[in-house]
């Protein structure tokens, strides 16, 4: 039994795969984790491994309870990758921007590869087919846009995500849903095509919270996987044990 665990900005997510499948899936917040993740193994015979990917607080009181639990790889800026990081500060480089990276160059061997991430943030995430990371770009997240207008200023009141709107908003509502929701829609855009004109047999891969909401909002043909993340865990686990 493989446990991948994503510790986001805002939620944390548990995969379980059993002999290379996904069983279950877990939505549940830090202090849940360690409770949710005894349930799972209750009753388990064989060995369990854990990997963790973590841009949260995670105490370290948790990480020390996961160790009891399992085998535990936490993934960081030492792991074994499948990719060599050209980013220019890669000890900041963010620990689910790596693992997403792994995970592309894993599962989509020999190509271009765009990682978008539409979560808490939004992250575009680069990988060439010679398997080398420049980098990307970091935006504020679509929850983010309607919390910010909200909280800088002292009329605009807080939108959450609807249908689209049209470019023309007529009313406070709909000029807030026009900027947000077609503002990141046509930034995705700008993004998938800038790297298009590179290569246009690019390979997008688009994840997050809202990668449901977007995916058919997009004119470009993506991979859409709202796990993604998860997924790359358990390839990225893979790879390390493989080439232990
Ligand atoms: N069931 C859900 N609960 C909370 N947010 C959800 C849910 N479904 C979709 N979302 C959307 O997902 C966004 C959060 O995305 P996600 O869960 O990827 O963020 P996260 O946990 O902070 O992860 P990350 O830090 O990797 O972005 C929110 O803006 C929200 O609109
Ligand atoms: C950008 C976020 C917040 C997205 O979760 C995360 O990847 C992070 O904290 N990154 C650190 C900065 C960087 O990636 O360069
Ligand atoms: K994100």
Same mark, same amino acid.
């Given at each position: 039994m493989i446990i991948c665990i994503?510790?986001?900005n805002t939620r944390t997510k548990? &995969?379980?795969? $059993? =002999? @290379?499948?996904? !069983?279950q899936l877990i939505i549940t917040? /830090? $202090?849940?984790l360690i409770k949710n993740i005894s349930k799972q193994i209750q009753g388990i015979e064989n060995c369990v491994d854990i990997i963790l990917s973590s841009v949260g607080d995670l105490s370290l009181e948790t990480i020390e309870d996961l160790k009891k639990l399992g085998n535990l790889i936490t993934v960081t800026h030492e792991t074994f990758l499948p990719f060599k990081n050209l980013y220019s500060t890669p000890t900041t480089l963010g620990i689910d921007r790596i693992v997403l990276a792994a995970g592309a160059t894993l599962k989509y061997p020999n190509q271009n590869r765009l990682v978008i991430d539409a979560g808490t943030c939004i992250t575009?995430?680069?990988? =060439? @087919?010679? /398997?080398q990371y420049h980098g990307g770009a970091i935006s504020p997240g679509i929850g983010l846009r309607y919390k910010s207008l909200n909280d800088y200023t002292a009329n605009l009141p807080l939108e959450?995500? @609807?249908e689209? #709107?049209?470019?023309?908003? =007529?009313?406070? &509502?709909?000029?807030? !849903?026009?900027?947000?929701? /077609?503002? %990141?829609?046509?930034e995705i855009e700008a993004f998938i095509d800038h790297f298009k004109h590179l290569d246009e047999n690019l390979t997008v891969i688009l994840t997050g919270g809202n990668s449901e909401f977007?995916? =058919?909002?997009l004119k470009n043909s993506i991979f859409a996987n709202p796990n993604f993340l998860l997924e790359s865990l358990f390839l990225l686990? !893979? #790879?390390? %044990?493989? /080439?232990d």
């Open positions: 994503d510790v986001g548990v &995969a379980v795969y $059993e =002999n @290379s499948t996904l !069983q917040n /830090n $202090e849940k575009y995430d680069f990988i =060439n @087919s010679s /398997n959450k995500i @609807s689209l #709107h049209p470019f023309v908003g =007529n009313s406070t &509502a709909t000029s807030i !849903q026009s900027g947000v929701l /077609n503002g %990141v829609i046509a977007l995916v =058919n909002r686990h !893979q #790879h390390i %044990v493989s /080439n």
